[in-house]
């Protein structure tokens, strides 16, 4: 068995000890735990370089080791190194392993091949020096990580001379590095979501996972271990058939992916956006998506390739087709039914079923429709109105309203009523126009 080296700073120490405190070679060799032929050999090359304690002193233990140690001889291997760069892109396409790998290296080895052992200890070694981090292996197809920048881009509005400031989505999926960004104006929910889903179309299919932060724009409850999807966002999964899996809160390497991606769209499209004026949030993303196809044609550094023929080669056939139907994004509001059946989202008033006074129900508010869920069933739905007023169906009201309701729009309050009290029915019905009061409200005040 091979004797442990000797560190450089217990060779200093005896060589102080030898030249400043002049002890024998027997004593420093006592003090060291050393034999006295060790001490002997170090000694007689320190003489050999021509050193004394002085010089010796002033040296770091770098430059002690290189005038001191023999360097070693280089090795030449008499086997054939694998092409450790394609092992490593190999193994992010699905169901390939090192087995697999070892066995079709073994079989076209021109020369003497490594043995399976040797073999994936080369290659963890190889891996190890990629990046001083921990390495998180991503599947072909698996995971697309989503997050926004923190460096915004100034659009000036020319009609009004005001400056806002445009917010950067960044999307990059795991195994090949593809990147995606653009531009909206804010980062709430609307925006997260069509953000995501304009990545999904750049894609040209769906991951099996999207890896966001935990914004309270997607995310309802942040938690450690039990996080909960928001309704819309939830809606936004199950249409694209992909799995969330939130990041841990404060634990950024869980999305090491997209910081990455995050911080080369700042260095490679921001960076040189930066002196251009833009008038318009179409008009910056017309700009970034110019850049974008060069940044995911630039080549790697250590991995052969670039983004875009990664992206060909690893997540393009594992990603899954899109929905043949467009995501319609839609808000989810929780509102408490009035007393008159009605619920209120934006000075708008929409009927329910009057059985549900004083609940409260989810409302799903499209660009086109508003609707009303109860415990999870559809109970009402109303086209969205543009100018502020009551939406009623004749369904929702009781069988009282319902009837004067009708009795009102045969004329009743003009031809039915007797004489003396024609001028209040008169009031009552110009009041009522006027301040656009549904029917139900007559049976509230003549039943």
Same mark, same amino acid.
């Given at each position: 068995?091979?004797?442990?080296?000797?560190?450089?700073?217990?060779?200093?120490?005896?060589?102080?000890?030898?030249?400043?405190?002049?002890?024998?070679?027997?004593?420093?060799?006592?003090?060291?735990?050393?034999?006295?032929?060790?001490?002997?050999?170090?000694?007689?090359?320190?003489?050999?370089?021509?050193?004394? &304690?002085?010089?010796?002193?002033?040296?770091?233990?770098?430059?002690?080791?290189?005038?001191?140690?023999?360097?070693?001889?280089?090795?030449?291997?008499?086997?054939?190194?694998?092409?450790?760069? &394609?092992?490593?892109?190999?193994?992010?396409?699905?169901?390939?392993?090192?087995?697999?790998?070892?066995?079709?290296?073994?079989?076209?080895?021109?020369?003497?091949?490594?043995?399976?052992?040797?073999?994936?200890?080369?290659?963890?070694?190889?891996?190890?020096?990629?990046?001083?981090?921990?390495?998180?292996?991503?599947?072909?197809?698996?995971?697309?990580?989503?997050?926004?920048?923190?460096?915004?881009?100034?659009?000036?509005?020319?009609?009004?001379?005001?400056?806002?400031?445009?917010?950067?989505?960044?999307?990059?999926?795991?195994?090949?590095?593809?990147?995606?960004?653009?531009?909206?104006?804010?980062?709430?929910?609307?925006?997260?979501?069509?953000?995501?889903?304009?990545?999904?179309?750049?894609?040209?299919?769906?991951?099996?996972?999207?890896?966001?932060?935990?914004?309270?724009?997607?995310?309802?409850?942040?938690?450690?271990?039990?996080?909960?999807?928001?309704?819309?966002?939830?809606?936004?999964?199950?249409?694209?058939?992909?799995?969330?899996?939130?990041?841990?809160?404060?634990?950024?390497?869980?999305?090491?992916?997209?910081?990455?991606?995050?911080?080369?769209?700042?260095?490679?499209?921001?960076?040189?956006?930066?002196?251009?004026?833009?008038?318009?949030?179409?008009?910056?993303?017309?700009?970034?998506?110019?850049?974008?196809?060069?940044?995911?044609?630039?080549?790697?550094?250590?991995?052969?390739?670039?983004?875009?023929?990664?992206?060909?080669?690893?997540?393009?056939?594992?990603?899954?087709?899109?929905?043949?139907?467009?995501?319609?994004?839609?808000?989810?509001?929780?509102?408490?039914?009035?007393?008159?059946?009605?619920?209120?989202?934006?000075?708008?008033?929409?009927?329910?079923?009057?059985?549900?006074?004083?609940?409260?129900?989810?409302?799903?508010?499209?660009?086109?429709?508003?609707?009303?869920?109860?415990?999870?069933?559809?109970?009402?739905?109303?086209?969205?109105?543009?100018?502020?007023?009551?939406?009623?169906?004749?369904?929702?009201?009781?069988?009282?309203?319902?009837?004067?309701?009708?009795?009102?729009?045969?004329?009743?309050?003009?031809?039915?009523?007797?004489?003396?009290?024609?001028?209040?029915?008169?009031?009552?019905?110009?009041?009522?126009?006027?301040?656009?009061?549904?029917?139900?409200?007559?049976?509230?005040?003549?039943?």
């Amino acid at each position: 068995m091979p004797s442990r080296r000797i560190t450089i700073r217990r060779i200093k120490e005896l060589l102080r000890l030898r030249y400043e405190c002049g002890l024998s070679l027997e004593r420093v060799a006592r003090a060291q735990n050393l034999s006295k032929g060790v001490v002997a050999k170090y000694l007689k090359r320190a003489a050999a370089a021509g050193m004394v &304690w002085e010089v010796v002193r002033e040296l770091d233990e770098t430059e002690l080791a290189a005038r001191l140690q023999r360097p070693a001889p280089p090795r030449v291997s008499s086997f054939a190194a694998p092409d450790f760069a &394609w092992i490593h892109q190999e193994l992010k396409k699905k169901s390939v392993t090192l087995q697999l790998l070892w066995e079709e290296y073994r079989a076209q080895c021109a020369g003497r091949p490594y043995g399976y052992t040797s073999f994936c200890i080369h290659y963890r070694r190889w891996a190890l020096r990629l990046k001083r981090s921990m390495r998180q292996v991503h599947r072909a197809g698996e995971k697309l990580f989503v997050d926004y920048a923190g460096q915004t881009v100034p659009v000036l509005d020319a009609s009004t001379g005001e400056i806002r400031q445009a917010q950067v989505f960044v999307a990059a999926l795991g195994a090949s590095n593809y990147t995606f960004a653009c531009a909206t104006w804010t980062q709430q929910s609307v925006d997260w979501i069509g953000a995501q889903v304009d990545a999904l179309g750049f894609l040209g299919g769906c991951p099996e996972c999207v890896v966001p932060d935990n914004p309270r724009a997607l995310i309802a409850n942040p938690d450690r271990y039990e996080p909960e999807v928001g309704r819309a966002y939830a809606e936004f999964a199950t249409h694209y058939t992909v799995a969330i899996l939130p990041a841990r809160p404060r634990k950024p390497r869980d999305k090491a992916a997209v910081e990455s991606a995050v911080g080369v769209v700042s260095r490679w499209i921001l960076a040189r956006l930066r002196h251009r004026q833009f008038f318009s949030l179409a008009e910056l993303n017309a700009a970034m998506a110019s850049l974008l196809t060069e940044l995911n044609g630039r080549p790697f550094k250590k991995l052969p390739g670039c983004r875009r023929s990664a992206f060909e080669v690893l997540d393009r056939p594992a990603l899954r087709p899109l929905p043949p139907t467009a995501f319609e994004l839609a808000q989810w509001k929780t509102a408490r039914v009035s007393i008159d059946y009605h619920v209120d989202f934006e000075r708008h008033y929409y009927s329910v079923p009057n059985q549900l006074v004083r609940e409260e129900i989810d409302l799903r508010i499209t660009a086109r429709v508003v609707e009303c869920f109860h415990r999870g069933k559809r109970v009402a739905s109303h086209a969205r109105s543009a100018t502020p007023g009551y939406s009623t169906i004749t369904e929702h009201m009781p069988a009282s309203h319902r009837a004067h309701r009708e009795w009102s729009v045969r004329g009743g309050c003009c031809t039915g009523a007797p004489r003396a009290a024609a001028p209040r029915w008169r009031w009552c019905a110009i009041y009522w126009n006027l301040n656009r009061i549904p029917n139900k409200a007559t049976a509230l005040v003549w039943d």
